[in-house]
């Protein structure tokens, strides 16, 4: 027999083709819909709202219906208490458990709804001595009390920004063009790192080698001694192209004062490598003075966290890479308290894996030279995500002398 539920979505529904995309994803996964009632904003800033019944086949299939949803910030109209059930295994949760959303989400034990520490996507919710956190399915342990089903959730979208201002950024904007005015968005995110900072919040970046093969180091370097890194996400190869520059003056081998290449420059990654290996960390070869310059260095000079994560590609790796990828995923997840704005330059697949790590709330800007990166960003749920097409040495550069009056990388 099918069942129904009323459901309630509020925001910028019709410019956004948010409504759209709703209806298509319930017709999408089996169901129908019938709308009750609609009201439409009038004015540019106005939200408009909408209540909608929702049909599937089964309980089972509404379920998974609703938590689809929410993904879009629709909610249960009447949602009732939430349902928890204990895991029974480590590693698996049960089967009907409710599958996150990286919006901001409350959970109604009782007579009180309690928000969800830390959202992030694709985990399950954790009830714990009157809280409610989100834990990915390689850590739940037995026992455990797992939020199952939609019924007692409810999730909120971001405030969309609407300014006349020039110096208004748009968060919730995910176009990707080329054309969009560089020089605009890179001092609204030069303001926007200044308030996060003012406001005692952490800057993250993810980072891809990119920012050393174009030339970009120092630039890169002076924003982490001038305290706009608080935090770097990523993998072996920028720490080792890196260290291979700071060590040799060359990315890959070829000398970045002139460009090319030079005698033996391939070796110069791996014996930068190995010569970490020999000191034992790459804190332990600053504080040894074999390593005396560049990114990591100023990271390590300037008490500041990065988290390396390696992958089956990698040369070395260098001592400090996390080769276990859920270990990886556990240290990336334990900076994350505290960012107030995020930054991906020159990486796909890290920029990807810290999107699904991220509340949505976290404002993030994704810079890269191949659309296909902000892209596919976007594409996988960080719909907050603004991406800038350009050339990473160019963009650092410029966000360098926004933020540092004077700065020079001659």
């Not at 590693?91 to 992030?120: C, H, I, K, M």
């Not at 990698?314 to 704005?341: C, K, N, S, W």
Request: proline fraction near 4%; hydrophobic fraction near 40%.
């Amino acid at each position: 027999m099918a069942v129904s539920e009323t459901v309630e979505v509020s925001g910028h529904l019709m410019d956004t083709g948010l409504l759209a995309r709703v209806l298509d994803d319930v017709l999408g996964y089996g169901g129908d819909y019938r709308i009750d009632r609609m009201d439409v904003g009038r004015a540019h800033d106005d939200e408009s709202q909408a209540k909608i019944t929702v049909t599937a086949e089964d309980n089972e299939a509404l379920q998974r219906l609703l938590m689809r949803l929410q993904a879009h910030g629709v909610n249960q109209v009447d949602p009732g208490e939430a349902v928890t059930r204990t895991c029974d295994r480590d590693g698996v949760f049960p089967d009907d458990f409710y599958s996150t959303t990286n919006l901001e989400t409350v959970v109604r034990l009782g007579a009180d709804w309690v928000p969800v520490e830390q959202p992030e996507m694709d985990c399950g919710l954790v009830v714990l001595n009157g809280r409610v956190r989100t834990v990915p399915v390689s850590d739940v342990k037995t026992g455990d009390q797992v939020v199952c089903g939609a019924s007692g959730v409810k999730v909120v979208l971001p405030a969309r920004e609407h300014s006349a201002s020039e110096d208004a950024f748009t968060f919730m904007s995910s176009s990707v063009s080329s054309e969009k005015p560089q020089a605009l968005l890179v001092r609204q995110i030069a303001q926007r790192m200044r308030e996060v900072k003012a406001d005692g919040q952490k800057v993250l970046w993810v980072g891809g080698p990119g920012i050393v093969h174009t030339g970009a180091a120092p630039a890169f370097t002076a924003l982490v001694e001038a305290g706009f890194v608080d935090v770097l996400f990523a993998g072996n190869a920028l720490a080792t192209h890196d260290i291979e520059s700071a060590l040799y003056g060359t990315s890959l081998g070829v000398d970045l004062a002139q460009g090319k290449g030079v005698e033996h420059g391939h070796e110069h990654h791996i014996r930068a490598i190995n010569t970490i290996r020999r000191s034992g960390s790459i804190a332990d070869a600053v504080s040894q003075g074999v390593l005396t310059g560049g990114i990591m260095h100023a990271l390590v000079k300037g008490g500041k966290s990065f988290v390396l994560v390696g992958s089956v590609r990698d040369d070395g790796p260098l001592p400090d890479v996390y080769t276990d990828v859920i270990e990886g995923q556990r240290a990336m997840r334990a900076e994350l308290p505290g960012v107030g704005f995020a930054i991906m330059v020159a990486t796909m697949l890290h920029s990807i894996a810290t999107g699904n790590l991220l509340p949505a709330s976290i404002p993030l800007v994704c810079v890269d030279i191949n659309p296909a990166t902000v892209t596919k960003l976007a594409d996988r749920g960080s719909a907050q995500a603004v991406g800038i097409v350009t050339d990473i040495g160019l963009f650092l550069e410029q966000l360098a002398r926004e933020l540092l009056p004077g700065f020079s990388s001659a």
